[in-house]
């Protein structure tokens, strides 16, 4: 991965223009759509949890922690499992949010976008969180017609198993995990059709 890049294809210059990018010592690259701060509260219900600005932290090839993949209750078929793994060799997306949170709604239909463009290479997957009533989340899902499905995480116990990679109180935030199973960028905050098709395309071509 070069320490700076310009997003191509018909999109072209989406990222570019929104994010600059950041060499440190340690090879990771940081690419900032903001100071990349997570002490802002969000407007939300759920005491002590906080919002970044869409912040993208992007990893180099061969500097990828492995993500967790761990297994919940589908929302709306609580009955049945899935697990946070994409098929066919394709880019997951992992999007946590909660219907309380006032970034999530306002991402929602980029995300709902986002993966319509990308159908043909990422599998979108949400992570539910802190919604005690899952009829709260179902409304959710149905008010922005989201097209994926969502494990339904109303302690946060799931979400904890990606400490290392998410701030348990940032929400909403996104991983994206390549082919191999690897973690290859997280955006903290809210993010935008733009900038998550622009990572989706990188990480999808092997950046």
Known sequence: MH??????????????RALAAVALSGGLVVTLAGCGSTSTPTDSTQSGFVSGDGGVTILPVGKRPTAPVVTGPVLGALDTTMTTKASDGKVLVLNVWGS??????????????????????AEFIGLNTRDLDPLQAEAFVRSFAIPYPSIYDPAGKLLLEFSDQLPPSGIPSTLVVDREGKVAARIIGKTTEATLVGVIDDVAAGK
């Open 3 to 16: 320490d700076s890049r310009t997003h191509r294809g018909p999109r072209s210059g989406r990222v570019a």
């Open 100 to 121: 309380w949170c006032a970034p999530c709604r306002a991402e929602a239909p980029d995300l709902v976008r986002a993966a319509a463009a990308t159908s043909d290479r």
